[in-house]
């Protein structure tokens, strides 16, 4: 969707958003700031959420050369590589897996996520055994309806993909994409059919849908991994790279200069 139209959805969606210095902010926490198109580049010397809402402060990403607090490391796709999106642009090997997921499975746009709540908490299950971190496992069924209400809170302005293998969805992609900028931001599988390759079928049908659009100029895909590396090479063989992007952080209505660390990923 265009920029516009993310924005709506998400005012829509009843995001705290308002309008200051040419920028859509988000008020993420009580007083904190970010700006609601993730990675967005906003001039710090221009362009600031109003001081009203910053109380505790803000970030956001800055152009190259700007003032900045430190970097992010995310692994991003831009423009150039989004053109070339093809099997003959991967490795063999990924290549391979790339054919047998899109020949087990089933990939496609899901308009209405209520159809198959089960199998996505079946997947988030499972994916929270595989992975050891986020919400534990039982927390999916103990508090089914709290974590859906959150699903369907996005819905609005969230791209769900998913892949299918013999009529059950085994794994999907939440993606938003606003104009320019695309981030996944949730991939999850069922362990039990990743022999089927769902994430390479899912993940190279959203790059192939990028590519098709024209308009997107930036995906992103989370941040590097320190502790995963088999996860940052997964995603390389995409074409994803690791890239360092100045971000700015000000606290205290915004009168002061943050340093942080190194390292953060934009939107978490």
């Known amino acids: 969707m265009t920029a516009e139209e993310y924005i709506a959805a998400k005012r829509a969606a009843g995001a705290n958003l308002h309008f200051h210095d040419g920028v859509w902010w988000q008020t993420v926490r009580w007083g ?19 001081r009203g809402r910053c109380a505790l402060g803000y970030t956001h990403r800055v152009p190259e050369g700007a003032p900045c607090s430190g970097v992010w490391h995310p692994l991003l796709m831009r423009r150039e590589a989004i053109a070339k999106v093809s099997l003959q642009a991967v490795d063999g090997k990924r290549r391979n897996s790339i054919r047998k997921g899109l020949k ?17 908490t079946e997947i988030a299950i499972s994916t929270a055994i ?4 986020g919400h534990p496992p039982e927390y999916y069924r103990a508090h089914n309806d709290d974590w859906w209400r959150g699903i369907l809170s996005g819905a609005g302005y969230t791209e769900w993909w998913g892949a299918f293998f013999e009529g059950r969805m085994i794994a999907y992609l939440a993606v938003q994409v606003a104009g320019h900028r695309a981030v996944i931001d949730g991939a999850k599988s ?13 993940v190279y049908t959203f790059l192939e849908s990028c590519r ?8 992103f895909y989370g941040g590097v991994s320190s502790d995963k590396p088999t996860l940052n090479q997964f995603k390389e063989s995409f074409g994803f790279k690791a890239e360092k992007l100045p971000y700015i952080r000000r606290t205290f209505f915004g009168l002061f200069r943050y340093s942080g660390q190194a390292g953060e990923v934009a939107g978490a």
């Open 32 to 50: 904190y700031c970010k700006p609601a198109i993730l990675f967005e580049e906003v001039d710090p010397r221009r362009q600031a959420p109003a």
């Open 104 to 120: 087990c499975c089933e990939v496609r746009l899901i308009s209405d996520p209520a159809p198959v709540r089960a199998d996505m």
């Open 130 to 133: 595989r992975n050891e971190r």
């Open 190 to 202: 069922w362990t039990e059919y990743l022999h089927a390759c769902p994430n390479d079928a899912l």
């Open 212 to 219: 098709d659009r024209g308009t997107v100029a930036e995906i």
